[in-house]
């Protein structure tokens, strides 16, 4: 006993450690958590332009190290503390550049190697200003090209977005490659002339449309302003009932998943039920033809209060006899006053 007993918990404690370590493996890769030495650095910069903590630090594309505190200083300037990998060498003349990671805002701070000094950057020392740049602007950027993206489907617009983003920033394509890719759709919007043309002319009876019914366009556009400024004014009563109705469709959900069982089971049985009606329905419904009466005779027993009177007249014993044959023994009877025969 004592060693089946020891047995067991030498196998349970195996089995807690073993998940705690793969626990502790997914906690450091999902995470990104990183046990190995390293340096720290700082940058200052005018704009971080949406860099987090936490964000990666590359060199070439490469892994290096994470930002680890970004704070706001007096000068309207920001301090960005990073640590890199002690193998890396940064130099006085190292430049700290702000870049995109993707499209959809993601960012990492690129260390490039730029004009000045080679002598070697002292842990915990700052790069200056001057050897900063934040992040493109975005917006800015892909502002002009807006009535060409109107003109392309999502597709084309990811792709040229990326390329010049990429030539920007002086990566992967260059700005020969994007241009050839402006080119290529400019060309295929040329070869479609004559759909643009319909579509110009259909937008012209459209907007006489509208002129000949400038009235009620007016009203429309007043009542849909007036419409926006009043859900502009219950905005907080709107996110709340949001909220509410998020939480009534969870517990909803959780009632539902509770209850599905408990349903299966009763739809089972009521389907169980039916057949069983179905099969002796004559029975079914002479009980129910007899029931009114029935009731009535009961309702008749406690009109004296909430219990019901009976006198014993017969008590008879059914009993299996020989052959599976019931065989029935009167213990105790009577047949005068109330149980006399009428």
Not at 154 to 162: D, E, F, I, R, S
Not at 261 to 273: E, F, L
């Amino acid at each position: 006993m004592r060693q089946s007993l020891s047995g067991a918990l030498w196998r349970f404690t195996i089995f807690v450690v073993v998940c705690a370590f793969s626990a502790l493996t997914l906690l450091a890769i999902f995470a990104q958590l990183r046990f190995s030495e390293s340096t720290s650095y700082r940058a200052e910069f005018s704009n971080i332009s949406g860099l987090s903590e936490g964000d990666f630090v590359r060199i070439g594309g490469v892994e290096v190290g994470k930002v680890k505190t970004i704070a706001l200083q007096p000068q309207a300037t920001v301090i960005v503390e990073f640590t890199a990998d002690p193998t890396v060498v940064l130099t006085s003349g190292t430049r700290a550049v702000i870049q995109y990671d993707n499209l959809i805002g993601g960012r990492y701070l690129a260390l490039e190697e730029g004009t000045g000094g080679t002598g070697k950057l002292a842990p915990g020392q700052l790069i200056p200003m001057t050897q900063t740049a934040p992040a493109l602007d975005l917006d800015a950027l892909t502002g002009g090209f807006r009535p060409l993206f109107r003109a392309l489907n999502p597709k084309q617009v990811n792709a040229l977005t990326g390329q010049l983003v990429s030539a920007f920033q002086g990566q992967g394509a260059t700005i020969n490659s994007f241009l050839a890719q402006t080119a290529s759709v400019t060309g295929t919007l040329a070869n479609r002339d004559e759909l643009i043309g319909e579509v110009i002319n259909n937008l012209n009876v459209v907007l006489g449309s509208l002129g000949d019914q400038s009235d009620q366009f007016e009203k429309a556009v007043t009542s849909l302003s007036e419409l926006i400024k009043r859900l502009a004014e219950h905005k907080n009563e709107i996110a709340a009932s949001l909220g509410y109705a998020d939480s009534v469709a969870a517990t909803t959900s959780d009632l539902l998943a509770r209850a599905r069982p408990a349903i299966k089971d009763t739809v089972a049985q009521t389907d169980r039920a039916s057949a069983l009606v179905l099969a002796d329905h004559d029975y079914f419904d002479n009980l129910l033809k007899t029931l009114p009466d029935k009731y009535r005779l009961l309702g008749r027993q406690g009109l004296y209060g909430d219990y019901f009177s009976f006198y014993l007249c017969d008590v008879v014993l059914k009993l299996n006899g020989k052959g599976g044959q019931p065989v029935y023994v009167k213990v105790a009877g009577q047949d005068t006053g109330r149980c006399a025969p009428k």
